[in-house]
Nanobody, 114 residues
Framework: QVQLVESGGGLVQPGGSLKLSCAAS????????MGWYRQAPGKQRELVGT???????NYGDSVKGRFTISRDNAKDTVYLQMNSLKPEDTAVYYC????????WGQGTQVTVSS
């Protein structure tokens, strides 16, 4: 059974930082590409960024230069470091593992507000 469990969300002030984690089980983590997505109320889910099995990264335009994705294959975990957070970053953040199939986590809420 594949499980992706996100953690690290919460309330942060504008300009602050948060680091999200997504722990995977039930897959051979190292051969999967991983992605972070987010969905704000009333909006479609959008790409935050991806990291390939080899470590190459790609980011959505709205987070470039502020967010960084990394992975630790020894811990079967992918991370999302979020800096210079803005109120418009408020959303539920999801991780996804994909190769021939794709799997999603349950999401973690990030709220950026003063």
């Amino acid at each position: 059974q594949v499980q992706l469990v996100e953690s690290g969300g919460g309330l942060v002030q504008p300009g602050g930082s948060l680091k999200l984690s997504c722990a995977a089980s039930g897959i051979i983590f190292g051969i999967y590409a991983m992605g972070w997505y987010r969905q704000a109320p009333g909006k479609q889910r959008e790409l935050v960024g991806t990291i390939g099995s080899g470590g190459s990264t790609n980011y959505g335009d709205s987070v470039k230069g502020r967010f960084t994705i990394s992975r630790d294959n020894a811990k079967d975990t992918v991370y999302l470091q979020m800096n210079s957070l803005k109120p418009e970053d408020t959303a539920v953040y999801y991780c996804k593992a994909y190769r021939r199939s794709e799997y999603w986590g349950q999401g973690t809420q990030v709220t950026v507000s003063s």
